[in-house]
């Protein structure tokens, strides 16, 4: 009874606000639509009570939507739409699909997609035995000189047993070669790289980074942290053309996941001006925000930055109003900061602040220039002092309180600090898989005692805090049937660990999706312009052959097995699957 009613109730609203009039573009019909305009769940992930949820069960709140001019002008029934079908008006049979709004992935790194598609592949190898066998079979006919780059190995699992450049030395004596880590937290080059790089053994330390030496204090090749920027960047750096193709090739790999919207987490001066550039030729398919690096190498400059100011049209395809700054490194790598020792590594608790780079003056520049922040933070002692960071800048500059600033990874956070997210208007900008994918080691790193402060969404959500979930790609699958999956499950792909890993922390279907499309919406102050499928709002939107919310309720499982059909991006269909995909 309660979704006839709200269905009537959504007819009723949606057919009184006026658009102007005229044929529909573009109608769906025969569909399955979670709107998602009704209330948040509770901090317990209770369905609000005016949402289409009775008896264990989701109930679609319309079936058909009409969109003319890149907008929603009607949702509801299939009768109620009709009337906005015209004789160039394309209707679309939709045979029962879900349709949910478009999807955000809120956090990643659309470059390292194409990068990665010219380079060679290392993921899931285990030895330099591994290794060798890859970059041999797929480098054949380089010739001497010519650059051989490799991206994939999890500098996590390899943190007890780095690899060195010894072999590659061997296999390698005429070309430079970088293995770039799977997380970007590690770096790999042989020596002719190195030579490139303008590195000897006594090149010091960069700030936040280190150069990995033996015994006898040689440098083994491998760079950590921030140092992997010195060899990374001693690669030839391409055309604005190849640049741009490799963002093409990354929008190409979203768009068939439902994703309408992306934030570059951290573009630098060599990739702003491929963006800038398809942006003024309109040949963006989706939406980016594009998020500003500060503090490392090849970060754009603050003084004119600053003096531009953050974007001012919210409808841009092309959105530069916020910054990406780095405050420590990554779990793995022991580079987070922590309150106290490492479990695993007596004396050792990482790295944070301006021993990590990070740039107190450049950020709170930024933010008094109404860019919004968003601040990588792994470690209990990172979190603290970014939520420290933040409180100082609201006490000098209020209005800095409003930009919905973020934590980026948000992964170990102290009990005394969860309340602070809320108080401080702070996101909790975080990843599903890589709970999941940390979960075989990440206890071992800080103990069964600091663990529990460690990807916990359902703590964060009982404090108030405003989430959004992301892949942080390429580091992980950036599926979204994945990352909701892990999202519900606490589990990997493989369905371990039985019963999930700290299964008190998992959300419920509707909040995974929710921190995948209304959230991030509310997160970017765009709440009023997307993330919900209303009348006046953009006709960005993901159709599935699944009901992921029925499905993550009853048989999780199955979301591993989703499919996006199509998606939609301002009225226009930039993705639709063919039978055989």
Known sequence: MRSTILLATLVFVFSSCNLGGGDADLVLTNANVYSLSWGDPDPEGVPATDSPYADGAWSADAGAIAIRDGLIVAVGAADDVESFVGPNTQVIDLNGA????????????????????????????????????????????????????????????????????????RLFPDNPVVLKGLRGFGTLGNDLALRAAEVTNDFENPVGGELVRDETGDITGVFLNNATDVLND??????????????????????????????????????????????????????????????????????????????????????????????????????????????????????????????????????????????????????????????AVYGEYPNARGLRNRIEHAQVIHPDDIARFSELNVVASMEPGHAVEDSPWAEARIGPDRI????????????????????????????????????????????????????????????????????????????????????????????????????????????????IEMTIVGGKIVYERTPNQ
């Open 98 to 169: 879900t349709v949910v709004p478009g999807l955000v992935e809120s956090h990643g790194h659309l470059h390292e997609l194409g990068e990665k598609h010219e380079q060679i592949d290392l993921i899931g190898v285990k030895t330099e035995g591994d290794i060798a066998a890859r970059l041999v079979g797929a480098s054949s006919g380089r010739g001497a000189g010519e650059w051989i780059v490799a991206s994939g190995w999890d500098e996590g699992e390899w943190a007890d047993h780095l690899p060195t450049k010894d072999f590659l030395n």
């Open 234 to 391: 001693a690669i030839p750096e391409g055309t604005l053309e190849q640049k741009q193709r490799v963002l093409q090739y990354g929008f190409g790999q979203l768009m068939p996941q439902g994703f309408v919207t992306t934030h570059h987490a951290g573009v630098r001066t060599d990739y702003l001006p491929a963006y800038q550039a398809l942006a003024e030729s309109g040949e963006l398919p989706m939406r980016v925000e594009a998020m500003l690096s500060v503090g490392v190498i090849g970060a754009p400059s603050v003084e004119k930055w600053t003096a531009i100011g953050p974007t001012e049209d919210p409808t841009a395809m092309l959105q530069i109003r916020s910054v990406k700054a780095y405050y420590d490194a990554s779990l793995g790598s022991r580079g987070a900061r922590m309150i106290d020792d490492y479990s695993d590594m007596p004396g050792h608790r990482g790295v944070s602040g301006s021993d990590y780079g990070f740039d107190v003056e450049r950020v709170r520049a930024f933010m008094a220039a109404g860019f919004q922040a968003g601040i990588h933070a792994i470690g209990d002692a990172g979190n603290r002092e970014v939520l420290d960071f933040y409180e």
């Open 452 to 563: 529990k402060g460690a990807y916990a969404w359902r703590t964060l959500r009982r404090n108030g805090a405003k989430l959004i979930f992301n892949s942080d790609f390429t580091g992980t699958d950036w599926s979204f049937f994945y990352g909701m999956y892990a999202a519900v499950t606490r589990k990997m792909k493989d369905g371990t660990p039985e019963g999930g890993w700290y299964p008190a922390e998992a959300v419920t279907p509707e909040e995974a999706l929710r921190a995948y499309t209304v959230w991030p919406a509310w997160a970017s102050s765009r709440e009023d312009l997307t993330g919900t499928i209303e009348v006046g709002k953009w006709a960005d939107l993901a159709v599935m052959d699944i009901d992921p919310l029925n499905v993550g309720l009853t048989a999780p499982d199955g979301l591993l097995d989703g499919l």
